[in-house]
């Protein structure tokens, strides 16, 4: 069965810093793979996908991921965080259809990221 | 356009009651996804639905919890007779196209069972 590792509960970035949120995944197949966010009170949001092709994919308010096979990574970036980036991040696969396993998403248990001023 | 929306946001309830907690998803999202989060725990998926029909339902814990959609609209979760460790947040997300189509989420229901 599929798994998502995310290694990191909190991370503490200052505003402006570069950010890096890491996941590691394990699947058999190609994976399809997700980062969500979710802020306070708020639904999860999509902030990139990667699906195939070009392994550096760009997201919603300036985030990139790296999908990196050899390493079963897919790892979140950011060049400059901003303090509205403070929420809980998920890395998430999709396993489903020809793949085999449970048609949702297999999440990772979280990151937050918390902004110091 | 009106995201995915579920009621309540908030349950508290004793061990043995019911619950039944509802999601809306955008309309003409044919695929409706349950979703539940235990306290310090990850997501984990609970079922799909495609239109009224359960296309996946293997991530339900037990005989306790039953989802419904009828008519391929809104979905219900219902919990019966609920317990101490039924406690956490529902998600229900709904997307156009199923597997690996962008879900789109809603706030969740916190449900607490004392």
């Known amino acids: 069965a599929q798994s998502v590792t995310q290694p990191d509960i909190h991370i503490t970035v200052s505003e402006g810093a570069s950010l890096e949120l890491r996941c590691n995944y394990s699947?058999?197949?190609?994976?399809?793979l997700f980062w969500y966010v979710q802020s306070p009170g708020q639904g999860l949001q999509l902030l990139l996908k990667?699906?195939?092709?070009?392994?550096l994919v760009q997201g919603i308010k300036g985030f990139e991921a790296e999908f990196k096979r050899s390493q079963s990574s897919f790892n979140l970036r950011k060049p400059s965080v901003h303090w509205s980036d403070a929420a809980e991040y998920f890395c998430a696969v999709a396993a489903g259809g020809s793949g085999g396993g449970a048609d949702g998403l297999t999440f990772g248990k979280g990151t937050h990221l918390i902004i110091q001023p | 356009e009106a995201g995915v929306t579920q009621f309540p946001s908030h349950s508290v309830i004793e061990k043995g009651q019911t619950v039944t907690l509802r999601c809306d998803p955008i309309s003409g999202h044919d695929n409706l996804y349950w979703y539940r989060r235990v306290m310090g725990k990850e997501i984990k998926f609970l079922l799909h639905?495609?239109?009224?029909?359960?296309?996946?339902e293997s991530g339900m814990p037990n005989n306790r919890f039953l989802a419904e959609r009828t008519g391929g609209t809104y979905s219900t979760l219902k919990v019966q007779p609920a317990e101490l460790e039924d406690s956490g947040v529902y998600f229900c997300a709904s997307s156009q196209v199923s597997f690996a189509d962008e879900q789109f989420f809603g706030p969740g229901t916190r449900l607490t069972v004392l």
């Open positions: 990667y699906f195939s092709g070009d392994t």
């Open positions: 699947y058999g197949a190609t994976p399809y």
């Open positions: 639905f495609v239109k009224e029909s359960k296309q996946d």
